[in-house]
């Protein structure tokens, strides 16, 4: 590898001659210094700028996530559900004219097949709810994050046996920016899903503040809890997911755990001037 010219070092003296031999070397130890340090200067630039642009491409990969996930939410509710819902009205339908007709065994036959179907479009539309709403809940969108994380804590709660508490403190009249309501709210889903998972926990509280320009986050379990570090080290993806949703909001996630003493999570992002929405 050819050497790189990082600059120029010059020397001058007043008096006439060559130059001593200890002043000769004591200037390359001088230049060797400054090679160093410039070095090290311009790999730090190098570093910063690649954790910008890594940084921002975090972003635009999650504006790009959350917008496909609206977009398939959207359909979901305005298309496939709406179909199964006339399916089901065709079905009722159906039912009732059975019911009113000869008791014949070819009917009898045939309404218990539609009662059957009318069950199958119940499981179908209950199921493409769950999951538009897990993809981008519409109350998030229409209502903020608030009403939204309270719905989903107690949609939550029931699903998986679990006491959910949710409390919000400050929020009332204001209206969060939008990127920072997704992000939190994907940051509550990813820790409910943890905890279901992994915690055997059978209480979780969160809360939602807003105090001190801040916004902030918080959840709590009293599962069997872990080790964060150990965690980080072997790569939680849960854990990284959530951190980088919160630092592309310009804000920082905190975890604290420990085994068998529960888990704690507190997001927190600063905000200067929330929107009301009266």
């Known amino acids: ?24 070397a004591l200037a390359i130890q001088v230049a060797d210094s400054l090679a160093v340090a410039l070095t090290n200067a311009r790999l730090y630039q190098e570093v910063e700028a690649t954790g910008a642009q890594l940084q921002a ?13 609206h977009h398939v939410a959207n359909q979901l509710y305005n298309e496939a559900a709406q179909v199964l819902a006339a399916l089901k009205f065709q079905l009722n339908v159906t039912a009732q ?18 009662a059957q ?17 897990d993809l981008r809940p519409a109350s998030l969108d229409r209502l903020g994050l608030a009403p939204a994380l309270r719905q989903y804590c107690e949609a939550f709660g029931r699903e998986h046996g679990l006491t959910v508490e949710f409390e919000t403190l400050g929020l009332r009249g204001l209206r969060i920016p939008s990127e920072v ?5 994907r940051v509550a889903q990813e820790a409910l899903s943890n905890v279901a998972r992994h915690a055997q926990a059978d209480t979780v509280g969160i809360g939602v503040s807003w105090a001190n320009q801040r916004l ?18 072997h790569g939680a993806l849960g854990l990284l997911g959530m951190r980088e949703r919160v630092a592309a909001i310009g804000g920082n996630l905190t975890v604290e755990s420990a085994p068998g003493v529960g888990t704690t999570l507190l997001a927190e992002v600063a905000l200067d001037d929330p929107k009301s929405s009266v």
């Open 57 to 69: 491409l975090s972003r635009r990969v999650l504006d790009v996530q959350e917008r496909e996930r």
């Open 216 to 233: 902030r986050l918080l959840i709590e379990d009293n599962g069997i809890g872990f080790d964060p570090v150990a965690a980080q080290r």
């Open 181 to 185: 309501e997704v992000a939190l709210y």
């Open 97 to 114: 004219e059975l019911e009113g007709g000869p008791a014949a065994s070819a009917a009898a036959q045939a309404a218990e097949r539609v």
């Open 117 to 133: 179907m009318q069950v199958m479009a119940d499981q179908i539309l209950a199921g493409l709810h769950s999951l538009a709403v």
């Open 1 to 24: 590898m050819g050497a790189h010219k990082l600059g120029a070092l010059l020397l001058g003296k007043a008096e006439v001659g060559p130059w001593a031999e200890e002043t000769l």
